[in-house]
């Protein structure tokens, strides 16, 4: 049954509050701020609070239950990170204040800097960049910098593969690069055939996502790295999954050039809805110059009776601001506390829990399901939600059915490259309860779409809301607020 909207609540003379009496004089507003015809709803205190409180209990959201969205990262958010980012002396700072005001915000500031730069193996940090695609973005700026710098203007072309996130042929293209697709082989890696075909002098760079979005670490990683190096170009890392790699394996380490980090996914903000996000980009020595401008430096060390002093540096060839002001501060805290509360050993454990959970999961629904690049597989995997013998199921109904099991249904149809995906990433802080349920509920489905295909295609039964046409929804949006009649 649906929830009555709060106009279909309205009962004529209720209300729930009152204005005191003016203490100015009434004063006419500007005939351009009046309507004709503005209703109100009118409820009692009680009314307003139940209602709204009724509907924030319809939201699905990780405090509540499994979210096993693939690539996505959603995991559970340790309310340790709230406590902190919400502190007086972080929550009500202003970026405009005199820098000896900020001592504090700027030094923790520095400190993730240099603790990004040791878990990636890259040499310097800018915070600045606001999510993922934005530190894409940055790093395909710097490439781009970079190689006008060497006067080698002719390099423009960004190789990216067909198993990287979906936003980075949009971040090189936004930078100015030509994109080329490179096909995966077919054990999911990299197609190095391809790759040493199109790695010739107009060869800015290559982006990277590993472990991929079939969630699996590329078997040729060095040598990738050393056929884009080769050629002239720049490799680019979608941190995106380092999720899967924490205190196990550094990509400055193999040779990568530039790694974008997502703060709110590896180091546990939650992100759901849009936001908010913070990507970070790290870089090797030789990029350093080109980070965007400033980036937190220390001025002066510390001596037992005084504190460090910290400010902002300009690298020599920076490529400017990518945001305004310093990144999203809070997102910054939240990750400070995150690492600082797990220690190096305790990074670790979260990458070893994460790649064995995915490939618990795995290995339960196997003989349900296809996998189509049958590995031991990272953090994630994909699997097909189609079979040849029910050929009217489709992954959008596997989906769907997981709701009535009480599940957030996984990325879906992501990534391209496997038909009709299921993409499952269930994170390190479940535990085997949970990923039991789970994969029980997947088995249940996969055998209801032998057995009873419909109970699939007319799912989800037990939501407030069913089944929603998303393509007429993407379609046919309504983009303002209609204000009903209220009844007298």
């Given amino acids: 049954m649906t929830e009555p909207t709060i106009f279909e609540l309205s009962s004529s003379g209720r209300k729930g509050f009152e204005f005191p009496k003016s203490d100015v004089p009434k004063a006419e507003l500007p005939k351009n701020l009046l309507r004709e015809n503005l209703p109100i709803p009118e409820l009692s205190e009680m009314d307003v609070i139940r209602h709204f409180t009724k509907i924030s209990q319809l939201n699905y959201g990780v405090d509540i239950g499994f979210y096993p969205l693939g690539s996505c990262t959603m995991k559970y958010n340790p309310k340790i990170n709230e406590e902190t980012c919400r502190l007086p002396g972080f929550l009500y700072l202003h970026p405009l204040q005199p820098i000896a005001t900020v001592q504090g915000a700027l030094g923790l500031m520095y400190e993730l800097q240099e603790w990004l730069a040791e878990i990636s193996g890259m040499s310097a940090v800018s915070l600045q960049p606001a999510a993922g695609a934005h530190g894409e973005l940055t790093g395909g700026l710097i490439i781009h910098a970079y190689h006008q710098a060497r006067n080698d203007k002719k390099r423009t072309k960004m190789l990216i593969p067909d198993s990287a996130h979906g936003t980075n042929p949009a971040s090189s293209a936004m930078s100015g690069m030509h994109i080329v697709q490179i096909p995966s082989d077919h054990r999911g890696n990299v197609d190095l055939n391809v790759l040493k075909a199109e790695a010739d002098d107009t060869l800015a760079g290559l982006m990277l996502t590993n472990p991929n979005t079939l969630g699996l670490f590329d078997e040729h990683l060095k040598e990738i790295i050393e056929i884009v190096h080769n050629a002239g170009g720049l490799v680019y890392g979608d941190g995106a999954n380092l999720n899967a790699l924490l205190g196990i394996s550094r990509p400055g380490d193999f040779g990568t050039d530039i790694l974008h ?31 965007p401008n400033p980036i937190v430096t220390k001025i002066e060390e510390g001596t037992n009776d005084n504190p460090p002093l910290y400010g902002f540096l300009k690298p020599a060839k920076t490529i400017g601001r990518v945001k305004s002001f310093h990144g999203h501060f809070g997102v910054i805290v939240r990750a400070f506390t995150y690492i600082m509360m797990n220690g190096d050993e305790g990074l670790r454990e979260i990458s070893e829990h994460a790649v064995l959970n995915a490939n618990y999961i795995q290995a339960r629904i196997r003989d349900s399901y296809t996998v189509p690049y049958d590995r031991i597989c990272m953090h994630e995997f994909v699997a097909e939600g189609r079979w040849q013998d029910a ?7 596997v989906a769907k059915r997981l709701m009535d099991y009480g599940f957030h249904p996984p990325t879906n149809y992501f990534p391209l490259i496997v038909h009709e995906a299921l993409m499952i990433e269930p994170t390190e802080t479940e535990n085997k309860e949970t990923l039991d349920a789970f994969s029980d509920a997947l088995i249940k489905i996969a055998k209801e779409a032998h057995e009873n295909p419909e109970i699939l295609k007319s799912a989800p039964h037990s939501t407030p809301v069913g089944r929603l046409d998303e393509v007429r929804a993407a379609r046919d949006m309504i983009l303002t607020c209609t204000f009903p009649e209220v009844s007298e």
């Fill in 391 to 397: 050929p009217e199921v489709h992954a959008l109904d």
């Fill in 261 to 291: 980090f997502n703060l709110h996914k590896t180091f546990s903000t939650p992100h759901g809805g849009g936001g908010p996000g913070s990507g970070p980009v790290g870089v090797a020595k030789h990029l350093v110059d080109f980070l």
